[in-house]
């Protein structure tokens, strides 16, 4: 016989009665609600989840990849990641998303900001370098021959 606590899955703090938002922190899975009889079931268990957080810090992460080849994907990819940071914090204070989950959120906010500033910057650079050829073009084609006005 074992003489310590086998682990069963018990829902974690934050967790809430699906029936009357009790808060069900340490009710063991599969038990029922001790407010409302609600079986407590799988759900208590998946309630949280760093979804936001992930996607944040993958599309972070994908701003800056891509801000070097397509400035034109950062830019969105970016602002998405922010978005999503955002969305993971208040999940967090929601009791939806573990705790755990803010470093990987502030991670994909930082990343998101990199990468968008770095995408801007690119886009920039391209647009300079359109408008630079450009008057470049009109200067030699002024120089080339007499400067006609309309
Ligand atoms: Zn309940």
Redesign the pocket.
């Known amino acids: 016989m074992q003489d310590y606590p086998t682990s069963e899955p018990k829902a974690r703090s934050g967790i809430r009665?699906q029936?009357?938002s009790?808060d069900l922190i340490g009710v063991v899975i599969g038990d029922r609600?001790p407010?409302?009889?609600?079986q407590v079931m799988q759900w208590a268990s998946q309630q949280q989840s760093s979804g936001k957080a992930i996607t944040s810090m993958v599309l972070g992460i994908l701003a800056i990849i891509t801000c070097l080849g397509y400035g034109i994907l950062g830019v969105p990819c970016g602002i998405v990641a922010i978005v999503f940071a955002k969305k993971a914090r208040l999940a967090v204070q929601d009791g939806t998303a573990p705790a755990s989950s803010l470093g990987m959120a502030t991670a994909g906010r930082i990343c998101g900001w990199i990468g968008l500033i770095l995408s801007a910057l690119y886009l920039l650079a391209i647009i300079g370098i359109i408008v630079i050829a450009a008057v470049g073009a009109a200067a030699a084609g002024a120089a080339a021959g007499p400067f006609l006005l309309p």
């Open positions: 009665c029936s009357c009790y609600c407010e409302c009889g609600t």
